[in-house]
């Protein structure tokens, strides 16, 4: 269960990432980030999806451009 949200932010032309999941770092304090990372691809005619690390945690990505749109409405 993840006790608080997690999201990522990429760029607009973006089509795979890495990301470190915050709740495995916490986890993995002594090992750093290398056990902590995970990656993903996001489809260009996506502008977000919900993807879980190795541990089953939930992060959100998010496109950077559709992540200010949404702040600005």
Do not use: K, N, P, W
Not at 21 to 33: I, K, P, Q, R, W
Not at 54 to 64: I, L, P, T
């Amino acid at each position: 269960m993840t006790l608080r949200e997690q999201v990522v932010l990429i760029s607009a032309r973006a089509t795979s990432f890495t990301a470190v999941c915050v709740e495995c770092c916490d986890l993995d304090a002594t090992e750093g980030y290398a056990g902590s990372t995970f990656a993903g691809r996001l489809d260009l005619d996506l502008d977000h999806a919900t993807f879980l690390c190795r541990r089953g945690h939930s992060v959100r990505v998010e496109r950077a451009a559709a992540a200010i749109a949404e702040s600005a409405a």
